[in-house]
């Protein structure tokens, strides 16, 4: 089989060793529906769940290390992003639309996926290496960095399942196990932060957590794959790694895209200005790990019809980003009604960083847009200009933010982030999906959406509703404003417990 233009033919379709007869994987078609909505739902609650733990972690660091070492934690915690992107680097996205394509071949291509690990893996922790010491950081970052960088041996183990999870719809089972994983993180970060215990300390926390994280998506998966080369060849792999080659370096273009705001924020101001910015992306956090579990719950059903029925391809994708942006603005509202009540709870010291929280709630808007529409590109095949336009919009970004951060410190960081997503990101990336895919976003409901959210998120100012009243109110005022502006039909939600595939 031919997988795409200059990729060495593997023979998929070859049989499978004897007495080892794979079970045939991909995305259930006999009811579909059911399963979106159970994945979506499943990931909405549990990524929010595994946000709010998040923000409890930050803020025991908070309150009993100060601004300076959360700014320091959230450093290293995103460089070792970076080694994340590079473990996994294009892979998930190739292999579960080779899976929802060739479902009977679904073991084969997790053991090809397994093997390659065994390559990227070691890869990722040399690549991590040289990116800290490139960048000058103190010892401290970077010996704290390299004893959190080892779990990228767990997070190899973890992405294979993943693959399995969301080729098949069952992405409950890694929600599960990574906030099980996130959970019991809390009392290790306690116990650290009581006892006095630095950012190594922090850092080894993570590492369990993280292996907790692989056992348990081990535990969850095994029974339709168990970890085996078996019948893999050295051009199999050889395959795996080229045709992930576009679409990783797209991915880790994304990841430097996503970071940089924070390396050069440590670069450019002080370790208390970028606390004040983590601090508002972690409770950013939960609307933007919802709306992408949705997006991402899409993008199997994207695959399985493209390019056979344009039709309801172009469906999926519409309802994707409508779904997607009515529950982000949902979130949002109340977030931009009450920004400086959110900012204290993780710390009093915090408050005064309530417009930054607010500027990063609108970029959270456009990013809703890109986590949908972005991947799609990977759907159709379209890696080579989906990866000049990130090149570009790498570029941009910092330019704009190392023009900005000087004279408006970590305020400019949030507009330059804000500028770039739109017009270098979100704008590209729709015209690149009309133009090769033919699909036109319909906007009636995206502009809806926003104007609810803004009259949502102001009506409580203008009555003087402040703090938690003003966070409950916006949302409970969003809800009917969603109905009666026809953002949300019923017509539409009973539709959907009808969608199902031919």
Partial sequence: ????????????????PPGDVPPTLGVPTNDLVRSVFKNSASQVAGRLFIAICRLVIAGFIIRSSGKGMFGEFSLVFGILSIADWLVDFGTTEVFVREICREPEQGTRLLRILTAAKIVQIPAAFLGLTAIMLLLRYPASIVAAGLVGGANVLFFGGTLIYRVLFRATLTIEREVVAELLSVVAMIPLVALACRSGGGLIVLMGCHLISRGIYFGLCFLFGRSRYRFSLQGVTKQDVNWGLRSSVAIGTIGFLVGGYEILDILLLSKLASFS???????AQRLIWPTLMAVAA???????????????????????????????????GFALCSVLAAAEFFMG????????????????????????????????????KAQRQALQFIGIAVAAKAAVIALLTPR??????????LIAETFFAAVPAIYLIRKLSGFRVRWTVPLKVAMITMVAAVVPWLLSVKGLPAAVAAPGLYIPLAFLSGAVRLSEVQSLLKWKTP
């Fill in 345 to 380: 709870l993780l710390g009093p010291e915090l408050a005064n960083g309530a417009p930054v929280l607010r500027v990063l709630a609108l970029l959270c808007f456009v990013k809703a847009i890109t986590s949908t529409v972005g991947p799609v590109l990977y759907v159709v």
């Fill in 273 to 279: 200005e970028l606390a004040y910015y983590s601090a």
């Fill in 408 to 417: 408006y410190g970590y305020m400019g960081v949030a507009f330059g982030a």
């Fill in 1 to 16: 089989m031919e997988i795409s233009p200059g990729a060495p033919t593997v023979k998929l379709n070859q049989p499978a």
């Fill in 294 to 328: 949705v997006a991402g719950t899409f993008y199997p059903v994207m695959a399985s019809y493209w390019p056979q029925d344009r039709f309801r391809f172009e469906e999926a994708c519409q309802r994707g980003l409508d779904t997607v942006l009515v529950l982000g």
